[in-house]
């Protein structure tokens, strides 16, 4: 059985900083391309930061770009979003995924979210 389990949200202050991870069973991270996602309440979900298997590609919507970094820990079991100068905008739940290739068009398996709120 295949999960993804997102971990590290909570509330910080507007400008504050956030780590979340998300640790993977039965799923090599490492081998596949991951992303993260948020949804803020009335709102669609949204793209946030992915990570090419084959390669450190990392790409970022525009909104996050300079300010959210995507990362693999040194073991590849951990996927990472450290979220830097957070403003309210920011306040989510935030889903990791996983899919074979960055090109496919479907992400395969997410995880539950966790949430983050930012505090103005």
């Known amino acids: 059985q295949v999960q993804l389990v997102e971990s590290g949200g909570g509330s910080v202050q507007a400008g504050g900083s956030l780590t979340l991870s998300c640790a993977a069973s039965?799923?090599?991270?490492?081998?596949?391309?991951m992303g993260w996602f948020r949804q803020a309440p009335g709102k669609e979900r949204e793209f946030v930061a992915s990570i090419y298997a084959g390669n450190d590609r990392e790409d970022y919507a525009d909104d996050v770009k300079g300010r959210f970094a995507i990362s693999r820990d040194n073991t590849n079991k951990t996927l990472n979003l450290h979220m830097d100068r957070l403003n309210p905008e920011d306040t989510a739940k935030y889903y990791c995924a996983g899919k074979r290739r960055c090109i496919d068009d479907f992400y395969t398996y997410w995880g539950q979210g966790t949430q983050a709120t930012v505090a103005s």
């Open positions: 039965g799923y090599t991270i490492r081998y596949n391309c």
